[in-house]
C-alpha cells in the first residue's frame, strides 16, 4: 500500500486516511476481476476489518528479529505446533502443498517466532467467515500478481529492463549474471589476497578475546567458538563459476514461454521447495554483484560481494597495507557492528535455539564506550551542534574494526611494496586504504538531515574519530601532539 501519514499513534489501521488509501488501491485490484464497484467496496471494506484484526496480534518485522525479543522464540515440533495452531489447519497437508511434497514429519523440530501470535490467530480465523478468508486470500494474490500482467509497467521510474533484472535478483535467479560478474572482476589472486586478510583478521579477534581482561570466560569461549564457526563468503558462493552446478541449481524450475504470471507461480514454488529441501541447513542468500561487505548474525556469515572487491578499493596489484587497511579495517568493522547491534544474544551455527547471554560484555562495553560517547558529542558538522545525535555503535564497529585489522596487519606475513609516484609508508598506505571505503562528497543540507531523520553517522566523522584516536596514525603521520587528529586523550574500546 502507498505510504500514507497517520493522524494516529497506535494502529494505522485506525486512520480514516489509511483506510481510503486501502480502498483506492484495491478496489482496482477487485474489478479486474470483474464485478461491480459497489459490491467490491463492500466486500474489501470487510476484508480491511479483518487485516485490521490481524495487525492487532502481528508483531512488526523488526521486532521479530532483534536480540532483545529473542526469548519469544520457542523451539518445538510439528506435532506440538499442530497442536498449538489447533483444528483450522493442517500443518502437514499445508507445508506439503507449498513445496509440492511432504519433506517433514510431526516429530521433526521448528523455531516458532512470536509464540502468542499463532494462538490468537486461530482464534481470528475461526470467527471469520470464509467468503472474508477467500476473498482476502484472492485480494493478495491479485495484488502480488498484477506487475506479472502483460500490460504491466513499472511507476517507480525504472525501464522495463531495470525492472526485469531486479525481478531475477528478487527471484533467486541471478546466479548466471553473478558467475558472469565473478569470472570478470574476481581473479584468482585477489580472492587468494582477501582470504589471507580476513584469515589474519580472524585469528587477530581470537587473540584480542583471549587476552582481553575485560570479558569473563564463560564470554571468551563463547566469542571464540562463534569466530571459529563463522563462514567466510569471498566473492559469492564456492561454486559460482561452476556453470554445471549453476544448471543443477535450477533443473527442477520448469520455464512456460509467453506465460510471464505462470512462470511466477513456478518460482515461488521452486524457491519454497529449494529452501524447503535445504533445511536444516544454512541457506545464505548472496549476489555477488552488489558492492556490499558485510556479516549476518543470523547466519554468523561474513560475505564479501565481488562488487565491493574493486579498484579504488581492492585489487590483486595493491599494496598488502593498503589492503588491510581498506577491506580488512571494513570487515572488522562488520564483525564487531554486528556483535555490538546484538550483542545480547548470539547463534553458534545461525539457528535461534543456540543463544547465550554476553553478561559482562553487556555491562562493560557500556563502560568502556564513553568515552567515545564524550568525544562524538562534541562533535559539530557544518556549524551544528550534534550533541546526542550521533549513535555510537558506528563508532565502537570502526574503532574495534581498526585495531584488529592493523593488529592483524602488523602480524602477518606482506608484501613490501608501496604504490608509484607516491611518497608514503607502509603505514600511511594503511591508513589511506583505511579511508579511501568512506571517501565521498555530500550536500551539507542534505548530511544534517539524514543525521536527523535516518540516524546517519557521517562518513567523515567516522574517519575522523578512528584516526584521533590513533596512536598508530599519529606517529605514521608525524601529527603534532595536542592537535585535532592526536590528541592528549585517546579513547578505545577494543
Known amino acids: 500500500m502507498n505510504e500514507v501519514q497517520t493522524k494516529t499513534n497506535g494502529n494505522p489501521f485506525d486512520d480514516p486516511a489509511f483506510k481510503e488509501a486501502f480502498m483506492n488501491e484495491t478496489v482496482p485490484f477487485a474489478l479486474l476481476l470483474g464485478g461491480e464497484e459497489q459490491t467490491a467496496r463492500d466486500k474489501l471494506e470487510v476484508v480491511y476489518e479483518f487485516q485490521k484484526n490481524l495487525s492487532k496480534i502481528f508483531r512488526p518485522a523488526d521486532l521479530?528479529?532483534?536480540?532483545?525479543?529473542?526469548?519469544?522464540?520457542?523451539?518445538?515440533?510439528?506435532?506440538?505446533?499442530?497442536?498449538?495452531?489447533?483444528?483450522?489447519?493442517?500443518?502437514?497437508?499445508?507445508?506439503?502443498?507449498?513445496?509440492?511434497?511432504?519433506?517433514?514429519?510431526?516429530?521433526?523440530?521448528?523455531?516458532?517466532?512470536?509464540?502468542?501470535?499463532?494462538?490468537?490467530?486461530?482464534?481470528?480465523?475461526?470467527?471469520?467467515?470464509?467468503?472474508?478468508?477467500?476473498?482476502?486470500?484472492?485480494?493478495?494474490?491479485?495484488?502480488?500478481?498484477?506487475?506479472?500482467?502483460?500490460?504491466?509497467?513499472?511507476?517507480?521510474?525504472?525501464?522495463?529492463?531495470?525492472?526485469?533484472?531486479?525481478?531475477?535478483?528478487?527471484?533467486?535467479?541471478?546466479?548466471?549474471?553473478?558467475?558472469?560478474?565473478v569470472k570478470k572482476h574476481l581473479s584468482p589472486q585477489l580472492h587468494s589476497k582477501v582470504a589471507l586478510i580476513v584469515n589474519g583478521l580472524e585469528h587477530q579477534f581470537v587473540k584480542t578475546f583471549e587476552n582481553s581482561d575485560w570479558m569473563d570466560s564463560k564470554d571468551k569461549s563463547e566469542l571464540i567458538s562463534r569466530l571459529k564457526f563463522m563462514d567466510i563468503l569471498i566473492g559469492g558462493e564456492d561454486w559460482i563459476t561452476d556453470?554445471?552446478?549453476?544448471?543443477?541449481?535450477?533443473?527442477?524450475?520448469?520455464?512456460?514461454?509467453?506465460?510471464?504470471?505462470?512462470?511466477?507461480?513456478?518460482?515461488?514454488?521452486?524457491?519454497?521447495?529449494?529452501?524447503?529441501?535445504?533445511?536444516?541447513?544454512?541457506?545464505?542468500?548472496?549476489?555477488?554483484?552488489?558492492?556490499?561487505?558485510?556479516?549476518?548474525?543470523?547466519y554468523n556469515a561474513l560475505k564479501l560481494h565481488a562488487g565491493i572487491l574493486m579498484e579504488p578499493l581492492a585489487s590483486a596489484s595493491y599494496p598488502d597495507a593498503y589492503m588491510y587497511g581498506?577491506?580488512?579495517?571494513?570487515?572488522?568493522?562488520?564483525?564487531?557492528?554486528?556483535?555490538?547491534?546484538?550483542r545480547h544474544y548470539y547463534y553458534d551455527s545461525g539457528s535461534y535455539e543456540e543463544y547465550f547471554l554476553l553478561n559482562s560484555m553487556d555491562r562493560t562495553l557500556t563502560n568502556r564506550s564513553q568515552c567515545l560517547k564524550d568525544q562524538i558529542d562534541s562533535y559539530q558538522l557544518h556549524g551544528e551542534n550534534l550533541s546526542g545525535q550521533l549513535k555510537i555503535d558506528p563508532f565502537i564497529a570502526d574503532n574495534g574494526g581498526f585495531t584488529l585489522s592493523y593488529g592483524a596487519y602488523k602480524n602477518a606475513f606482506k608484501s613490501k611494496h608501496t604504490l608509484p609516484n607516491l611518497n608514503l609508508t607502509e603505514d600511511q598506505l594503511f591508513f589511506v586504504g583505511l579511508s579511501q571505503y568512506y571517501c565521498g562528497h555530500y550536500d551539507p543540507e542534505y548530511e544534517l538531515n539524514?543525521?536527523?531523520?535516518?540516524?546517519?553517522?557521517?562518513?567523515?566523522?567516522?574517519?575522523?574519530?578512528?584516526?584521533?584516536?590513533?596512536?598508530?596514525?599519529?606517529?605514521?603521520?608525524?601529527?603534532?601532539?595536542?592537535?585535532?587528529?592526536?590528541?592528549?586523550?585517546?579513547?578505545?574500546?577494543?
Open 450 to 494: 539524514t543525521i536527523k531523520d535516518e540516524e546517519h553517522v557521517p562518513d567523515k566523522l567516522r574517519v575522523f574519530n578512528v584516526m584521533a584516536n590513533s596512536p598508530e596514525f599519529a606517529r605514521a603521520f608525524k601529527c603534532s601532539e595536542r592537535t585535532a587528529l592526536n590528541p592528549e586523550k585517546k579513547c578505545s574500546v577494543w
Open 326 to 342: 581498506s577491506i580488512g579495517t571494513v570487515s572488522g568493522n562488520r564483525i564487531i557492528d554486528g556483535l555490538v547491534r546484538d
Open 64 to 181: 521479530k528479529v532483534q536480540a532483545s525479543n529473542i526469548t519469544s522464540v520457542k523451539k518445538m515440533t510439528v506435532g506440538e505446533f499442530q497442536t498449538l495452531l489447533g483444528s483450522w489447519i493442517d500443518v502437514d497437508k499445508y507445508f506439503s502443498a507449498v513445496v509440492g511434497q511432504t519433506f517433514v514429519t510431526k516429530d521433526d523440530e521448528m523455531n516458532v517466532i512470536d509464540f502468542d501470535y499463532f494462538k490468537r490467530l486461530g482464534y481470528i480465523i475461526q470467527e471469520t467467515d470464509k467468503e472474508v478468508l477467500a476473498n482476502y486470500i484472492v485480494y493478495n494474490f491479485v495484488k502480488l500478481a498484477r506487475s506479472y500482467f502483460p500490460s504491466f509497467m513499472p511507476t517507480n521510474g525504472n525501464s522495463r529492463t531495470e525492472e526485469c533484472f531486479e525481478l531475477l535478483e528478487r527471484n533467486d535467479l541471478v546466479c548466471p549474471l553473478d558467475s558472469l560478474f
Open 243 to 298: 556453470l554445471v552446478k549453476i544448471d543443477q541449481r535450477y533443473e527442477a524450475l520448469e520455464a512456460v514461454e509467453g506465460d510471464y504470471l505462470q512462470n511466477r507461480a513456478n518460482i515461488v514454488r521452486f524457491r519454497k521447495n529449494k529452501k524447503a529441501r535445504s533445511l536444516p541447513e544454512k541457506l545464505v542468500l548472496f549476489s555477488s554483484y552488489h558492492p556490499y561487505l558485510e556479516y549476518e548474525a543470523n
